[in-house]
């Protein structure tokens, strides 16, 4: 007991002693490590030596522990105003270095072409219309023109949510919806998600997004068809694209045609091309007169008006627009692929 009184006394000693020699923040610092270190300081050893204590001598020993604890922890606390405190450093803002580059959030690249297709059609006059993605089988087929168990309903296998509601299988219902509610002229674009029975593949996918257009007034023939889709695409490819008509069917327009362009990616040249198979030409839309059996189920009589109508998927097109070879890259939501779009 007497030997550990005297290891105190000299630990006072030496702790007063170097603190004379303190002259500045690294001094101090080492004072304090060497006292108050929690592995090895003077201190943390003395608690350990009390164990080696008879159990009579500890409660005193354990005092004067305590006392040189306080007192090293008063001194050195005083100290640090004169030379600062190493452990609480305040870091100044450096002003001149650059920022930190945040990734803010950014248009998805179906929705940057999309606004691409809206903007050529709004310079035309058109206004943009938007309709329930819940519809019921009047409008997303009956008042179309689809009878029930009429074959062209299987291109347009759907998802029922009852008998009578399904997820829309294309945006023409809103052409409907439109027609009750306006008389012509009408001059629109529907552009919106829609949904089919799909297994995913490079050209497939169960939800897609489509844009279509619905003219309707005094006069309107098969040229203004062919005029408004041309300047269409030549806006948004190039002047110089080719396209051709093919006639086709669909239940609600009378006549049909699918549009074709020459192959963005080969220019028909390579008869390889993963993208038209060797043809030369992508189909790109569907289009044609609306027939008049739709006029007499939303009250225009056909006999006045005529009108067109045509639609495109707007991710399958951006796919050739960009030069894609799969349309899920679109939906996969890889930061690498969707950023390549901003960079521009
Ligand atoms: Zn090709």
């Not at 439109?178 to 998600?193: D, L, S, Y």
Request: charged share 30%; proline share 7%; with cysteine.
């Amino acid at each position: 007991m007497k030997n550990f009184k005297n290891k105190i006394d000299d630990y006072k000693k030496e702790f007063d002693k170097a603190v004379l020699r303190i002259k500045d923040e690294k001094s101090l610092q080492e004072l304090r490590n060497l006292f108050l270190s929690r592995k090895k300081g003077r201190l943390t050893l003395l608690f350990k030596d009390l164990k080696t204590l008879k159990p009579e001598d500890k409660p005193l020993a354990g005092q004067m522990i305590n006392e040189l604890k306080s007192y090293v922890q008063e001194k050195l606390e005083s100290l640090k105003e004169k030379y600062g405190t190493p452990e609480k450093v305040v870091k100044r803002p450096e002003l001149t270095l650059p920022g930190k580059k945040k990734y803010w959030g950014a248009p998805h690249p179906v929705h940057l072409f999309q606004e691409e297709i809206e903007n050529i059609f709004l310079s035309l006059g058109y206004s943009i219309e938007e309709g329930p993605e819940i519809e019921t089988d009047y409008y997303n087929f009956g008042a179309l023109n689809f009878p029930p168990h009429h074959p062209a309903r299987d291109d347009w296998d759907t998802l029922y949510l009852s008998d009578n509601l399904l997820l829309r299988t294309h945006t023409s219902p809103v052409q409907i919806r439109v027609m009750e509610k306006r008389k012509p002229p009408i001059r629109i674009i529907i552009p919106g998600k829609v949904f089919r029975r799909e297994t995913p593949d490079p050209t497939h996918l169960p939800m897609f997004y489509q844009l279509e257009g619905l003219v309707v007034d005094k006069g309107i023939t098969f040229a203004h068809l062919k005029g408004t889709l041309e300047f269409f695409l030549k806006t948004l490819f190039s002047e110089k694209i080719k396209m051709r008509f093919r006639p086709a069917f669909f239940p609600f327009t009378e006549p049909s045609a699918e549009v074709d362009i020459e192959c963005t990616v080969c220019g028909g040249k390579d008869e390889g091309c993963r993208v038209c198979g060797g043809s030369g030409w992508i189909e790109i839309l569907g289009s044609g007169m609306v027939d008049p059996q739709v006029f007499k189920n939303v009250n225009i009589d056909p006999e006045i008006y005529t009108g067109f109508a045509f639609g495109l998927g707007i991710d399958r097109t951006a796919m050739f627009a960009y030069q894609i070879s799969d349309l899920r890259y679109f939906y996969e939501n890889d930061l690498r692929f969707i950023r390549q779009f901003f960079l521009k």
